[in-house]
């Protein structure tokens, strides 16, 4: 599976953004999606996750109801819709996919990574 993150720029505070992330290669609807961020001098961190069949999501705590995590098997795409943008979003987002039904915190359990995109919020 290799996966393409886009959809990130530079907005200001209490804007919105939408990342999407899409997968190639086989059985997309057979792998649990999460997004991941980095923030500048900060490690990664979760941010949400979904099931495979995106019946049951999580959030980090810092981001509930604020943004939230969807998928679409049908076009192997998993997305990060981001509401209420805060400076402290600001950071290099990350899909990442597991060969698993439910989603994980953990960086080590996901099997692909994309390459990341940039959000920058200003105050």
């Known amino acids: 599976v290799q996966l393409q993150a886009s959809g990130g720029g530079s907005v200001q505070t209490g804007a919105s953004l939408r990342l999407p992330c899409t997968a190639t290669?086989?059985?997309?609807?057979?792998?649990?999606m999460a997004w991941f961020r980095q923030g500048p001098n900060k490690g990664r961190e979760f941010v949400a996750a979904?099931?495979?069949?995106?019946?049951?999501?999580d959030y980090a705590d810092s981001v509930k109801g604020r943004f939230t995590i969807g998928r679409d098997n049908v076009r192997n795409t998993v997305y990060l819709q981001m509401n209420s943008l805060k400076p402290e979003d600001t950071a290099v987002y990350y899909c990442?996919?597991?060969?698993?039904?439910?989603?994980?915190?953990?960086?080590?359990?996901?099997?692909?990574w994309g390459q990341g995109t940039l959000v920058t919020v200003s105050s």
């Open positions: 990442a996919a597991r060969w698993d039904h439910s989603g994980s915190y953990y960086m080590s359990t996901y099997d692909y």
């Open positions: 290669g086989r059985s997309f609807n057979a792998h649990a």
């Open positions: 979904v099931t495979w069949t995106g019946d049951w999501q």
